[in-house]
């Protein structure tokens, strides 16, 4: 797998971070502060589990503008690859939380997006050669 794949394949994945993780954060904030859409329910029933959605949607922001700016890299890939792993897992152990805001084509979409991404990321990552980082 040459470098200008292994960037395209970055750069997906930073998009996808950065696209569905600022809807998401959007969707939260109208969701735990004014208790509308599909967020208001789940956090109408337990108020302080908004911090989760919260931080989790922000925090996949900020690793996809860090993959989006740094180049491809064994880390990075390996990087990309652990984020996927971390929240597509997240999805799966959490999917009733899809079901009770009646969004199942968005669990369903992200999850599966997730999955694509650990595979490609994975794959880049065994592509990439080793780089001794010194301090």
């Not at 904030?29 to 789940?42: E, H, N």
């Not at 152990?93 to 009646?102: E, T």
Request: charged share 10%; hydrophobic share 55%; aromatic share 12%.
């Amino acid at each position: 797998m040459n470098a200008s794949i292994r960037q395209l394949v970055q750069r997906g994945d930073a998009w996808f971070l950065l696209v569905a993780s600022g809807l998401g954060f959007a969707n939260d904030i109208r969701g735990v502060f004014f208790g509308a859409g599909p967020v208001g329910k789940v956090v109408q029933m337990a108020p302080h589990s908004g911090i989760g959605f919260i931080e989790a949607h922000g925090l996949a922001f900020i690793l996809g503008a860090l993959l989006y700016c740094n180049a491809p890299s064994r880390a990075w890939h390996a990087t990309g690859a652990g984020i996927h792993f971390l929240l597509g897992a997240s999805n799966l152990a959490c999917w009733p939380l899809f079901a009770a805001a009646d969004m199942l084509v968005v669990g369903y979409v992200t999850t599966a997006l997730h999955g694509v991404f650990f595979v490609l990321q994975s794959l880049c990552t065994s592509a990439s050669s080793p780089r001794l980082v010194r301090a």
